[in-house]
């Protein structure tokens, strides 16, 4: 197997495991949001009669659970996006190392995160007070997550715009959505984060689909003139002028 083929291998997992990860993270959260989930800033009423259906329904750990497995699977696929931009964007690699760290981060927030968990367990047994904290917190560290997804999107979208490895309006749209996850930070309790949210998901979920149907030969695209989905310009076969 020759270095393109490997890369094609890396681009054809990134994106099945993204996929898969988008799945396992998605579903849950949607699940759970049906037995009553109320706003970001709910007032405590609210918050105690969700934990109360949370703790009743049988399957609300699992989902929590799976929760987390999507998360890890979803950080893999993104530490391969960004060795993808790492090939491309050449030595330093410093956007491409923030980018993976931005991931650390995301990866890290997602599976310590347990205040929901803790508080769905035990529903009603709790304290009024102590569920509502941890549901504020959770919200809290859930807004803190768009400011690492901001970092990793700035990262790979600004190695994007200047080596086209990526589509470049994946490269246009992440430096965007990365300056609206910022924005939404300081307005977390409205529905300002939701564009940027959205946003970013549709551009990760086209990416992963791009991904998974790179061909086994990097080297053919190139003979053939196609551009491939991570192959950096620096490194694309040109015809010989002479």
Known sequence: MNAEQRWSRLGRWTGASGLV???????????????????????????????????????????????????????????????????????????????????????????????????GLHGRELDPGLLHFAYDSGNVSFANVWLALASFALACGWVTLETGVLPRWTGWLAVAVAAGFVVARFFWTGSVWFFPYAAFWVCLLVLFVRLLRTRDSGDAAARSGARTAYTPRRERATPDDG
């Open 21 to 119: 990860g988008t799945v396992l993270l998605f579903v849950p959260i949607i699940a759970l949001s049906t037995l009553g989930e109320p706003a970001l800033h709910a007032p405590e009423r609210e918050v105690v009669e969700f934990f109360g259906q949370v703790s009743d329904a049988s399957w609300a750990q699992a989902a929590a659970a799976t929760t987390v497995i999507g998360s890890l699977a979803l950080a893999w696929s993104l530490v391969g996006v960004a060795l993808i931009v790492r090939r491309a964007e050449g030595d330093p690699a410093w956007r491409a190392t923030i980018a993976v760290l931005s991931v650390g981060v995301f990866a890290a927030t997602m599976v310590g995160n347990v205040g929901w968990s803790v508080a």
